[in-house]
């Protein structure tokens, strides 16, 4: 799976791409989908992974994602990331949980 496939889907479901930790997002994403461990990595792996691949630490890339997600979720695109993954839940998830659904949903429907 490509990262651009991983940015078309985030920009799909209302993630705007302007965010400074987006490229953070991208990164996770496209690692926790094209890993065997999928969702059993840990968000502490992830973060990690991510911080090393962009020189900051892992605590920066947490903040960024964060702030991204939590204005996503302010803007109210919980309606978006349903109609995208088929998940239930359109309130507010966890980075966590975010990251898991949506690794998933790509890791099912590889484009």
């Given amino acids: 799976m490509e990262k651009n496939y991983v940015s078309e889907t985030l920009i799909k479901i209302g993630i705007n ?3 400074r930790g987006y490229p953070f997002l991208v990164h996770i994403i496209h690692h926790a989908a094209s890993d065997s461990n999928g969702p059993f ?3 502490k792996a992830l973060y990690q992974n991510a911080a090393e691949h962009y020189h900051v630490s892992p605590d920066s890339i947490q903040h960024s ?3 991204i997600l939590d204005t996503y979720w302010q803007q109210d ?3 978006y990331f349903c109609n995208v993954t088929g998940y239930p839940n359109a309130g507010p998830l966890p980075p966590k949980e975010f990251i898991a659904v949506l690794s998933d949903y ?3 429907n590889p484009g």
């Fill in 77 to 79: 695109n919980g309606k």
């Fill in 106 to 108: 790509l890791r099912r």
């Fill in 17 to 19: 791409p302007s965010y």
């Fill in 65 to 67: 994602i964060r702030t």
């Fill in 41 to 43: 990595l840990t968000s």
